[in-house]
């Protein structure tokens, strides 16, 4: 899978950017095929804002944004907000083959 990592408006050390590669390594392990990521950090005064977009088959795409004090910990909720996405959609597939169960 290709990861970019961008700034926007701020710069990032390189040891975070090898962090959010690395995060983005585990994330694709748990998605379906995924085909691209592409993390962004930017700084809008003191608020830190790092979005993820997750190119899955078929044209689909997950993003996942968070905000916070510094970026590491806004990669972090971004990063966890993204996992649940993903849990949601292979919740949602595994219930249509009949796989798993539920009330429903």
């Known amino acids: 899978m290709q990861t970019t990592v961008t700034a926007r408006h701020c710069e990032v050390p390189d040891d975070l950017k090898k962090h959010a590669e690395q995060l983005m390594a585990r994330v694709a392990k748990k998605a379906q095929r995924a ?15 790092v979005e993820i977009q997750l190119s899955l088959p078929r044209g689909q795409i997950r993003v996942a944004s968070a905000q916070a004090d510094d970026f590491r910990s ?4 971004a990063k966890e907000k993204l996992l649940h996405q ?11 083959a009949g796989q798993s169960g539920g009330d429903r």
């Not at 809008?44 to 804002?49: G, I, P, T």
């Not at 806004?74 to 909720?77: N, T």
Request: glycine fraction near 4%.
């Open 35 to 49: 085909q691209r990521a592409q993390v962004i950090f930017a700084a809008d005064n003191h608020r830190k804002l």
């Open 74 to 77: 806004a990669l972090d909720r």
């Open 86 to 96: 993903l849990d949601k959609t292979g919740r949602r597939y595994s219930r249509r």
